[in-house]
């Protein structure tokens, strides 16, 4: 139709509506059209120059990756101004002759030079500049290049970018072909950041790129996004897909996740999130998003929906469906709430049960023994995406058994034959690993206990199987036993009953061998996979079958000999060098492998992680069942002397003795690292273990209560029934709780007590107790503390596998104050803490500092004073008590002995910490409290008294003498009657002018007198007597002076100016 119009109209008219055209338009639009149509008709311009430049870089694309330099920095870029240069090309280097091609070919009367550039030699390489990074460039199969490197130039690694002599490709430039319009291009970046993904999860970049994480790094020059865009382009879905997987996926993360199916928490997985949440999300682009939080970029890109089209839709090969697969895997477990919505997604997980999970299959495609088309056959990662949905919480495991086939499918692949499966060889037993895992995390909900008893035979046959298996056998045969073994631990109580009449003799067949396999082994190094199995074995056993196990029965003769064997001491030598609990702090970018914290989350892997040793988890089984046989058979010898043997074993009480060792414990610390998890399962049930002995030498008990002192502050979150088992069952136990430590001399009443005895407000001497907390009072404490923590930790069912990750344990390093929490809010509500639990607490806190002041010495010294000065909060009825004050008073001695009581500015500098005022805000509250119902109360004095030491902030003073003068008369302590000697308060000499005054002027007015205020008449005679004879010619030390001298209490006035000369200055 227009093109009609135009024929119609003359040149006039055709003018004519040319000018109205341009008149409406924007005169610089005009201008820009006209400029990019001269410039298209220039000689020399070619289509190809306009693609060349559309894919060019742009200047957003961030700094290429760079080597690690002294002086580098990988978010630094030098940037060249592009300058026209004319190129001079040797016609003797090329294959065409640009003077001779318009005579040979048609058309080529114009020959773009820049085109044949890199069809000539190479330029020379440049001299490395000091001020300008060199580049990180990676070559096709993803490993850096070195820049010294020599590699030929048929390799294709040259002629590119700003430094064509340079060989291999930055990341700005992959990110580049990324954007390209050519596919060929756009596959070869995916194929590269495949490989060089892979290889940076594997820590093969460690300590080689400068500064950052190459995950990171890519994040920030907008890959997430790219990723998704290719997506939706299907030349190059496959390849995205594959590419998306090696971004989310770390391989050793996953490795060590599946490998933790070995010890018998281990299906307990952290959430894979960031340890910091992400808030406000709106406000963030895609792109600040992924850098933050990479599965909460993915969700809000619609990924999810992409990515069920593709499933169903687009059919894409196996890798690429492999790939899709487990990318939903990670991203359900990442939280709850993702896990939710990809079971909630219309339509997905009816495609995943429907042609990835079915029951019967027919010969799938296979191309180089790997499945070319998954269509129809059972994929082992789509098993691991339904436990990691099943793991993210109960209800979604209800829904998928109730919603979908999954035990029907679970029932087709715990009994696969592999010889008739018709899958491939890696596939067929992945499949059935993987089901055996997903099992044990239903079992875990207490759900499918069913299906044991439906496949009896099945597991039966197994377990038979799994007998013949020697410990140095393969990996696969040793870990699929070692995890139907766990399984069966896991069985339902009733479920577990009938399973262990059919499968009992069998299993202790296993045991049996395998113990007598271990105990005879003349290796040096064994297998860990054959050590866990062993671990597996003794540990179902103890939950099947340890009631019923006599110990004559071969089974237990062959336990109790490894016990005894050479092999089993020379592997407990192992603890210490594998321990994670007693190895040093070090820093974060040591050895660790993945660490970008928006993809890995809390969960790090370092080189430790990798390979966790099976030794921890065999101590923790035989513990396990010693613990249970020593208790259903108390009069039996052999249990008895196996439990010994266990228990005095060299090597685990070396270790021991490192754990609870001065410097050597960052339990506390480490405990937070999940795959420390092993290591936590077996000093609990070696605690355990010990609490059913009774320990000759004193010694014995004490290391043993020092370690479940350990293991009470090191609980990570996720299991508070431990804390609960250890306060119920050792913490608090006589035996363990009052040894002493023979290797030091006994602390005597004399030691702890230096200060004069003090006079109770009803006219009382206080006393300190000889003994704090007796047997009787330690079941009464006891009761004290597990309540506290019922409070904190109300018992539930468990409602999900994944745990959330946590920055503190379980319980805080200052957990020994729990019952005083309640008096530490911003409101103290009367009767919060009741007078037993005060007493209790202090009896316990009295005991730690007198025998175990090693739990407490991590705790910083304001803690102390404020969990402890508390107690004055809880009112005149608690802190007045004769035995609460003689408490106050020892705790107040030990802290001063053991120096965990403030005595500087520097103790006073606490920023904050869980559950505690600032102390700018709780010492006002305090001190009107003394000023309102103390009653002069001396004890309480003493304690008021901490904060305002020489070297502690003069806010302090101000806030006493200044702000709440009426307390003054109320503190009428003797310099010997106070914790903290006299000295600490006079010196260094006071120089704040506004508590110089106030002491001046209560002095002058009567307020503070030797005889009715000797401590603080001491402290401020001494300050204001020092401040005017060494800045006498200051302003305000003419100011005090001169109000001395002019003063009408004379005698006041002449105390203060005779100071120090007539006797000597206390100390």
Same mark, same amino acid.
């Given at each position: 139709?227009?093109?009609?119009?135009?024929?119609?109209?003359?040149?006039?008219?055709?003018?004519?509506?040319?000018?109205?055209?341009?008149?409406?338009?924007?005169?610089?639009?005009?201008?820009?059209?006209?400029?990019?149509?001269?410039?298209?008709?220039?000689?020399?311009?070619?289509?190809?120059?306009?693609?060349?430049?559309?894919?060019?870089?742009?200047?957003?694309?961030?700094?290429?990756?760079?080597?690690?330099?002294?002086?580098?920095?990988?978010?630094?870029?030098?940037?060249?101004?592009?300058?026209?240069?004319?190129?001079?090309?040797?016609?003797?280097?090329?294959?065409?002759?640009?003077?001779?091609?318009?005579?040979?070919?048609?058309?080529?009367?114009?020959?773009?030079?820049?085109?044949?550039?890199?069809?000539?030699?190479?330029?020379?390489?440049?001299?490395?500049?000091?001020?300008?990074?060199?580049?990180?460039?990676?070559?096709?199969?993803?490993?850096?290049?070195?820049?010294?490197?020599?590699?030929?130039?048929?390799?294709?690694?040259?002629?590119?970018?700003?430094?064509?002599?340079?060989?291999?490709?930055?990341?700005?430039?992959?990110?580049?072909?990324?954007?390209?319009?050519?596919?060929?291009?756009?596959?070869?970046?995916?194929?590269?950041?495949?490989?060089?993904?892979?290889?940076?999860?594997?820590?093969?970049?460690? %300590?080689?790129?400068?500064?950052?994480?190459?995950?990171?790094?890519?994040?920030?020059?907008?890959?997430?996004? $790219?990723?998704?865009?290719?997506?939706?382009?299907?030349?190059?879905?496959?390849?995205?897909?594959?590419?998306?997987?090696?971004?989310?996926?770390?391989?050793?993360?996953?490795?060590?996740?599946?490998?933790? /199916?070995?010890?018998?928490?281990?299906?307990?997985?952290?959430?894979?999130?960031?340890?910091?949440?992400?808030? =406000?999300?709106?406000?963030?682009?895609?792109?600040?998003?992924?850098?933050?939080?990479?599965?909460?970029?993915?969700?809000?890109?619609?990924?999810?929906?992409?990515?069920?089209?593709?499933?169903?839709?687009?059919?894409?090969?196996?890798?690429?469906?492999?790939?899709?697969?487990?990318?939903?895997?990670?991203?359900?477990?990442?939280?709850?709430?993702?896990?939710?919505?990809?079971?909630?997604?219309? =339509?997905?997980?009816? $495609?995943?049960?429907?042609?990835?999970?079915?029951?019967?299959?027919?010969?799938?495609?296979?191309?180089?023994?790997?499945?070319?088309?998954?269509?129809?056959?059972?994929?082992?990662?789509?098993?691991?995406?339904?436990?990691?949905?099943?793991?993210?919480?109960?209800?979604?495991?209800?829904?998928?058994?109730?919603?979908?086939?999954?035990?029907?499918?679970?029932?087709?692949?715990?009994?696969?034959?592999?010889?008739?499966?018709?899958?491939?060889?890696?596939?067929?037993?992945?499949?059935?690993?993987?089901?055996?895992?997903?099992?044990?995390?239903?079992?875990?909900?207490?759900?499918?206990?069913?299906?044991?008893?439906?496949?009896?035979?099945?597991?039966?046959?197994?377990?038979?199987?799994?007998?013949?298996?020697?410990?140095?056998?393969?990996?696969?045969?040793?870990?699929?036993?070692?995890?139907?073994?766990?399984?069966?631990?896991?069985?339902?109580?009733?479920?577990?009953?009938?399973?262990?009449?059919?499968?009992?003799?069998?299993?202790?067949?296993?045991?049996?061998?395998?113990?007598?396999?271990?105990?005879?082994?003349?290796?040096?190094?064994?297998?860990?996979?054959?050590?866990?199995?062993?671990?597996?074995?003794?540990?179902?056993?103890?939950?099947?079958?340890?009631?019923?196990?006599?110990?004559?029965?071969?089974?237990?003769?062959?336990?109790?000999?490894?016990?005894?064997?050479?092999?089993?001491?020379?592997?407990?030598?192992?603890?210490?060098?594998?321990?994670?609990?007693?190895?040093?702090?070090?820093?974060?970018?040591?050895?660790?492998?993945?660490?970008?914290?928006?993809?890995?989350?809390?969960?790090?892997?370092?080189?430790?992680?990798?390979?966790?040793?099976?030794?921890?988890?065999?101590?923790?089984?035989?513990?396990?069942?010693?613990?249970?046989?020593?208790?259903?058979?108390?009069?039996?010898?052999?249990?008895?002397?196996?439990?010994?043997?266990?228990?005095?074993?060299?090597?685990?009480?070396?270790?021991?003795?490192?754990?609870?060792?001065?410097?050597?414990?960052?339990?506390?610390?480490?405990?937070?690292?999940?795959?420390?998890?092993?290591?936590?399962?077996?000093?609990?049930?070696?605690?355990?273990?010990?609490?059913?002995?009774?320990?000759?030498?004193?010694?014995?008990?004490?290391?043993?209560?020092?370690?479940?002192?350990?293991?009470?502050?090191?609980?990570?979150?996720?299991?508070?029934?431990?804390? /609960?088992?250890?306060?119920?069952?050792?913490?608090?136990?006589?035996? /363990?709780?009052?040894?002493?430590?023979?290797?030091?001399?006994?602390?005597?009443?004399?030691?702890?007590?230096?200060?004069?005895?003090?006079?109770?407000?009803?006219?009382?001497?206080?006393?300190?107790?000889?003994?704090?907390?007796?047997?009787?009072?330690?079941?009464?404490?006891?009761?004290?503390?597990?309540?506290?923590?019922?409070?904190?930790?109300?018992?539930?069912?468990?409602?999900?596998?994944?745990?959330?990750?946590?920055?503190?344990?379980?319980?805080?390093?200052?957990?020994?104050?729990?019952?005083?929490?309640?008096?530490?809010?911003?409101?103290?509500?009367?009767?919060?803490?009741?007078?037993?639990?005060?007493?209790?607490?202090?009896?316990?806190?009295?005991?730690?500092?007198?025998?175990?002041?090693?739990?407490?010495?991590?705790?910083?010294?304001?803690?102390?004073?404020?969990?402890?000065?508390?107690?004055?909060?809880?009112?005149?009825?608690? /802190?007045?008590?004769?035995?609460?004050?003689?408490?106050?008073?020892?705790?107040?001695?030990?802290?001063?002995?053991?120096?965990?009581?403030?005595?500087?500015?520097?103790?006073?500098?606490?920023?904050?910490?869980?559950?505690?005022?600032?102390?700018?805000?709780?010492?006002?509250?305090?001190?009107?409290?003394?000023?309102?119902?103390?009653?002069?109360?001396?004890?309480?004095?003493?304690?008021?008294?901490?904060?305002?030491?020489?070297?502690?902030?003069?806010?302090?003073?101000?806030?006493?003498?200044?702000?709440?003068?009426?307390?003054?008369?109320?503190?009428?302590?003797?310099?010997?009657?106070?914790?903290?000697?006299? %000295?600490?308060?006079?010196?260094?000499?006071?120089?704040?002018?506004?508590?110089?005054?106030?002491?001046?002027?209560?002095?002058?007015?009567?307020?503070?007198?030797?005889?009715?205020?000797?401590?603080?008449?001491?402290?401020?005679?001494?300050?204001?007597?020092?401040?005017?004879?060494?800045?006498?010619?200051?302003?305000?030390?003419?100011?005090?002076?001169?109000?001395?001298?002019?003063?009408?209490?004379?005698?006041?006035?002449?105390?203060?100016?005779?100071?120090?000369?007539?006797?000597?200055?206390?100390?």
């Amino acid at each position: 139709e227009n093109l009609e119009r135009l024929q119609n109209m003359s040149h006039a008219e055709k003018v004519q509506a040319r000018d109205q055209l341009l008149a409406r338009l924007d005169p610089t639009v005009v201008s820009f059209l006209r400029s990019r149509r001269d410039a298209a008709t220039k000689p020399g311009c070619s289509l190809e120059d306009g693609a060349r430049t559309k894919v060019g870089p742009r200047p957003e694309d961030a700094a290429p990756v760079s080597p690690k330099k002294p002086h580098d920095s990988l978010g630094s870029t030098s940037e060249e101004k592009p300058t026209e240069k004319r190129l001079s090309l040797d016609e003797s280097e090329l294959p065409i002759r640009p003077s001779e091609a318009a005579q040979r070919w048609l058309h080529m009367d114009q020959v773009e030079e820049e085109k044949l550039e890199w069809m000539t030699m190479l330029p020379p390489a440049k001299e490395p500049d000091s001020k300008d990074p060199v580049v990180g460039r990676f070559d096709f199969e993803g490993n850096l290049v070195s820049p010294s490197a020599e590699i030929p130039t048929h390799h294709g690694l040259y002629h590119h970018g700003d430094s064509p002599q340079a060989a291999g490709y930055s990341t700005a430039e992959i990110l580049q072909f990324l954007r390209s319009s050519v596919r060929s291009q756009r596959l070869l970046a995916l194929q590269l950041l495949e490989r060089m993904l892979t290889k940076h999860w594997e820590g093969r970049y460690a %300590g080689l790129l400068a500064e950052t994480d190459l995950a990171d790094h890519l994040l920030g020059s907008g890959l997430a996004p $790219l990723l998704r865009s290719a997506l939706d382009d299907r030349s190059t879905l496959d390849a995205a897909l594959v590419a998306l997987r090696a971004l989310v996926v770390s391989r050793p993360q996953e490795e060590v996740l599946k490998r933790a /199916f070995l010890w018998c928490l281990g299906h307990r997985s952290p959430f894979l999130q960031p340890v910091k949440r992400v808030e =406000g999300t709106n406000e963030l682009t895609d792109l600040e998003l992924s850098q933050a939080d990479i599965v909460k970029a993915l969700l809000r890109m619609d990924l999810l929906t992409r990515l069920s089209y593709v499933l169903r839709k687009c059919c894409p090969g196996a890798n690429a469906v492999a790939s899709t697969l487990l990318i939903l895997a990670r991203m359900a477990r990442h939280s709850l709430q993702s896990a939710t919505k990809i079971l909630d997604h219309p =339509g997905l997980m009816e $495609l995943v049960f429907e042609q990835f999970l079915p029951q019967h299959w027919g010969s799938p495609a296979v191309v180089s023994g790997k499945m070319a088309q998954a269509y129809g056959s059972p994929m082992w990662s789509a098993l691991e995406l339904v436990r990691s949905l099943a793991a993210a919480g109960r209800s979604l495991a209800d829904t998928l058994l109730q919603r979908y086939p999954l035990e029907e499918s679970l029932s087709a692949y715990l009994a696969l034959d592999p010889s008739a499966s018709r899958l491939p060889g890696s596939d067929c037993l992945c499949l059935a690993l993987e089901a055996v895992r997903t099992w044990r995390v239903l079992l875990a909900y207490e759900l499918a206990g069913g299906l044991c008893l439906a496949l009896f035979p099945v597991v039966a046959r197994r377990l038979q199987l799994c007998s013949c298996f020697e410990l140095d056998g393969e990996a696969f045969d040793l870990e699929y036993g070692a995890c139907l073994l766990h399984c069966l631990a896991t069985l339902p109580a009733e479920v577990a009953r009938e399973a262990a009449h059919g499968l009992g003799s069998i299993l202790e067949s296993c045991c049996g061998r395998w113990a007598d396999w271990l105990a005879r082994s003349d290796r040096a190094e064994a297998s860990g996979e054959g050590i866990s199995l062993v671990a597996a074995a003794v540990h179902c056993l103890a939950a099947l079958r340890a009631p019923e196990l006599r110990s004559s029965s071969p089974c237990a003769t062959a336990l109790v000999s490894l016990l005894q064997s050479h092999r089993f001491a020379t592997l407990s030598t192992a603890l210490m060098n594998c321990s994670l609990l007693t190895r040093a702090t070090e820093p974060k970018e040591r050895n660790l492998i993945g660490r970008a914290p928006c993809v890995a989350g809390g969960f790090e892997l370092d080189n430790h992680c990798v390979s966790p040793p099976g030794i921890s988890l065999l101590v923790a089984s035989l513990a396990r069942l010693l613990h249970i046989a020593t208790t259903t058979s108390p009069d039996d010898p052999v249990w008895h002397q196996a439990r010994d043997t266990l228990l005095c074993n060299a090597g685990i009480l070396s270790y021991l003795r490192r754990l609870v060792g001065p410097g050597g414990c960052q339990a506390h610390v480490h405990c937070l690292h999940w795959c420390s998890g092993a290591e936590l399962d077996m000093l609990h049930e070696l605690v355990l273990l010990a609490t059913s002995t009774s320990f000759q030498n004193r010694d014995d008990a004490l290391l043993w209560h020092q370690v479940s002192l350990t293991l009470v502050g090191s609980c990570a979150p996720g299991f508070e029934d431990r804390v /609960f088992s250890l306060l119920l069952s050792v913490v608090f136990r006589p035996e /363990f709780a009052r040894a002493e430590d023979t290797s030091k001399p006994r602390e005597s009443a004399s030691d702890i007590d230096a200060c004069e005895t003090l006079t109770s407000v009803t006219g009382s001497p206080v006393s300190m107790p000889a003994d704090p907390c007796d047997d009787q009072q330690l079941a009464a404490v006891r009761n004290i503390y597990l309540d506290a923590v019922r409070q904190r930790f109300p018992k539930r069912e468990l409602q999900a596998l994944s745990l959330n990750w946590a920055e503190h344990p379980v319980l805080p390093l200052d957990w020994p104050y729990l019952p005083l929490e309640a008096l530490c809010g911003e409101d103290v509500i009367p009767g919060a803490c009741s007078l037993h639990a005060v007493l209790g607490c202090l009896r316990w806190v009295a005991l730690l500092l007198r025998q175990r002041p090693q739990v407490l010495a991590a705790v910083p010294p304001l803690v102390h004073y404020c969990r402890l000065a508390s107690v004055f909060l809880a009112g005149p009825d608690v /802190f007045l008590d004769a035995e609460v004050q003689g408490l106050l008073l020892l705790v107040l001695c030990l802290l001063r002995r053991r120096k965990f009581l403030c005595a500087t500015q520097k103790d006073l500098d606490l920023r904050s910490w869980p559950g505690l005022l600032p102390f700018s805000d709780f010492f006002p509250r305090l001190l009107e409290q003394f000023a309102g119902e103390s009653y002069g109360d001396a004890v309480f004095a003493c304690w008021l008294l901490v904060p305002l030491q020489a070297e502690c902030d003069p806010h302090f003073r101000r806030l006493l003498f200044a702000e709440h003068p009426e307390a003054l008369p109320l503190i009428r302590l003797l310099p010997s009657q106070s914790v903290v000697p006299l %000295g600490r308060f006079l010196e260094p000499a006071e120089e704040d002018p506004v508590v110089l005054e106030a002491y001046a002027g209560h002095l002058l007015s009567g307020k503070l007198t030797p005889d009715k205020t000797p401590m603080l008449f001491e402290m401020a005679t001494h300050g204001v007597a020092s401040f005017v004879r060494s800045k006498a010619d200051s302003p305000l030390g003419i100011r005090l002076l001169s109000l001395l001298q002019h003063s009408k209490h004379h005698e006041a006035a002449q105390k203060v100016l005779n100071w120090g000369r007539s006797t000597e200055r206390p100390s």
